[in-house]
């Protein structure tokens, strides 16, 4: 399994770049985000892989982070989705974005991907809704171990006319996550209202956004 690959860009395609790696030139798929926030030609990148192995095909896929790399592979391990439309949701929302369409159940920013219909957009939400809250807890230990660029660096490369994700932090909601996960709220419920604080509270770190979460936690009358 070739998990990550080091080299220079040799050319770029609408949906792939040809990376060199000591000669050997490897075909990688991408996210259209993914994409734009690569360097140009000649320059050194360092890319996320995954490996799609079929009698008739193989193909090599690239994520700029492990979070966006493990949404991909939930993505597709749903009925239906294939790699293209996986890379099209994460082209539109980023992993950030995903984590915070599932955990709040809101198909539609996931059916503004394009080739993503309604019915496939629900099936995800209703199949990946109980991942969103493990993906996003994971965010502290994946930003420490790969050293992720700042999420804001990552939002200003995002392509034109794509919605880009909040900046609030994935250490940030990750530890927002734990603190609600010891003060006893359920795995599904701390992780949407985490989004949903997330969302409305684009700066936030992680005290502000624990304290939105228990507010919209707190219970209503």
Not at 24 to 51: F, H, I, N, Q
Not at 68 to 74: F, G, S, T
Not at 119 to 143: C, N
């Amino acid at each position: 399994m070739i998990g990550k690959i080091s080299g220079r860009i040799d050319y770029r395609a609408p949906d792939h770049v040809l990376i060199d790696v000591r000669g050997v030139g490897y075909l990688v798929y991408c996210s259209e985000r993914t994409l734009m926030a690569l360097p140009g030609v000649g320059e050194v990148v360092a890319l996320y892989t995954d490996l799609v192995v079929r009698e008739d095909l193989l193909q090599l896929f690239g994520f700029q982070s492990l979070a966006e790399k493990e949404w991909h592979r939930l993505l597709t391990s749903v009925q239906g989705v294939g790699a293209k439309a996986s890379l099209a949701i994460l082209g539109t929302l980023g992993p950030d974005g995903v984590s915070r369409a599932i955990a709040l159940g809101d198909w539609n920013a996931v059916k503004a991907a394009k080739g993503v219909g309604p019915k496939i957009a629900q099936r995800l939400v209703l199949d990946l809704k109980d991942k969103a809250p493990g993906v996003m807890a994971m965010g502290d230990s994946l930003a420490a171990a790969q050293g992720e660029v700042p999420t804001a660096e990552v939002i200003e490369s995002a392509p034109t006319g794509i919605p880009r994700a909040a900046p609030v932090s994935a250490s940030a909601q990750a530890e927002a996550l734990s603190a609600l996960a010891n003060l006893g709220y359920g795995p599904g419920d701390a992780a949407g209202a985490v989004a949903q604080a997330a969302g409305e509270m684009p700066q936030a770190e992680t005290p502000q956004l624990i304290r939105a979460a228990l507010k919209l936690l707190a219970p209503k009358g």
